[in-house]
T-cell receptor, first 112, second 116 residues
């Protein structure tokens, strides 16, 4: 079964600083990969998804970008963080249609 | 656009009772619906998936129903235990005709507290 690794678990960054969150997946090949953000008491908001290396789709316009340099590596980045980028960021993978999504344990990002 | 409604108030029940959580949606009926459990500070964990042509799905003490007429899914935990305390999320897929690729829309979740 798949294992999703996310790091760091928590991160405190100043406004205007860059960001790089990494997600790696084990136990599967060519998965669909997803980045979500979860605000307190809210549902998961899909930010980006990828169906293959170098293929990224963005769900909402924002200050963030994503890249998939390898099959099982998904990176979330920003050049300049905003206060509104604070939140709980989750990476997920899915092996195909009508399959569950498997999540990492997330990164809690606080912007000061 | 599709909206998912889960009771935002916490559900408090006594150990041993059956917990019933509700997920209502407002627009198209999804091809399938999923339930996840999320503990504080952790990622969601998949529990059950039910397809549009299935009325009910069971897994150990868990049961999910799917009523496309009512646009509702119910999630039941029988013989509940304090260890079942968590937030439970409902998720629906987007139909392929929207151009989306197998994407899920998540509800905000309902927090369940099982008291000894």
């Amino acid at each position: 079964s798949q294992t999703i690794h996310q790091w760091p678990a928590t991160l405190v960054q100043p406004v205007g600083s860059p960001l790089s969150l990494e997600c790696t997946v084990e136990g599967t090949s060519n998965p669909n990969l997803y980045w979500y953000r979860q605000a307190a008491g809210r549902g998961l908001q899909l930010l980006f998804y990828s169906v293959g290396i170098g293929q990224i789709s963005s769900e909402v316009p924002q200050n963030l970008s994503a890249s998939r340099p390898q099959d099982r590596q998904f990176i979330l980045s920003s050049k300049k963080l905003l206060l509104s980028d604070s939140g709980f960021y989750l990476c997920a993978c899915q092996e195909g249609e009508v399959q569950p999504q498997h999540f990492g344990d997330g990164t809690r990002l606080s912007i000061l | 656009s599709q909206k998912i409604e889960q009771n935002s108030e916490a559900l408090n029940i006594q150990e041993g009772k059956t917990a019933t959580l509700t997920c209502n949606y407002t627009n198209y009926s999804p091809a399938y619906l999923q339930w996840y459990r999320q503990d504080p500070g952790r990622g969601p964990v998949f529990l059950l998936l039910i397809r549009e042509n299935e009325k009910e799905k069971r897994k150990e003490r868990l049961k999910v129903t799917f009523d496309t007429t009512l646009k509702q899914s119910l999630f039941h935990i029988t013989a509940s235990q304090p260890a079942d305390s968590a937030t439970y999320l409902c998720a629906l897929n987007r139909p392929l005709f929207s151009g989306g690729y197998n994407k899920l829309i998540f509800g905000a979740g309902t927090r369940l507290a099982v008291h000894p």
